[in-house]
């Protein structure tokens, strides 16, 4: 949808509910060289994102990045440990969040701050989405078939 990247996104009310950003699409006008349409998936900042980092830019003039320091996975039968779903530790950064709050390679995590994770990429979207530098949250985490909590304070994502 050409110059629609960077124009709101409206639900049905007329509320802005994102920033577009992009469109995947494989179609065109017609004709060698012809314009994109606007048919395909199109993409969107959500709005929360939107106002956080906007905030963050305002007063600071950079943005912030919560950071775990831990490299993740998704769960499968191998190493889920009975768990079906999750995000196993793979790697931790040394000094970092992970490390100091005691997690361990091989640690399934499987909530944040009581949200049920799926896999790593719903950890990082949740830890984004809800958290920032600084804060103190609490993962779930499955060791040796043992369910318990820890407290971890996120640190600052290197740039």
């Given at each position: ?20 950003s992009s ?21 969107a900042?959500?709005?929360?994102t ?6 963050q ?12 320091g ?17 995000a ?20 399934i ?51």
């Open positions: 949808n050409p110059g629609n990247s960077g124009g709101p996104l409206f639900d049905m009310r007329g509320r802005v509910i994102g920033v577009n469109i995947r699409t494989t179609n065109s006008t017609g004709g060698l060289g012809g314009q994109p349409s606007n048919s395909g998936v199109g993409f900042v959500p709005v929360n939107v106002k956080r980092v906007a905030a830019l305002m007063e600071t003039g950079q943005v912030r990045y919560p950071y775990l831990a490299s993740l996975g998704p769960v499968d039968s191998q190493v889920g440990d009975g768990v079906k779903q999750g196993i530790v793979s790697n931790l950064v040394a000094g970092e969040a992970g490390e100091r709050a005691g997690l361990k390679v091989g640690d995590i499987t909530a944040f701050n009581g949200q049920a994770i799926k896999d790593p990429d719903a950890l990082i979207g949740t830890m984004l989405s809800t958290a920032k530098v600084g804060d103190t949250v609490t993962l779930t985490i499955v060791r040796g078939g043992k369910s318990q909590d820890i407290k971890v304070t996120l640190g600052e994502r290197p740039r």
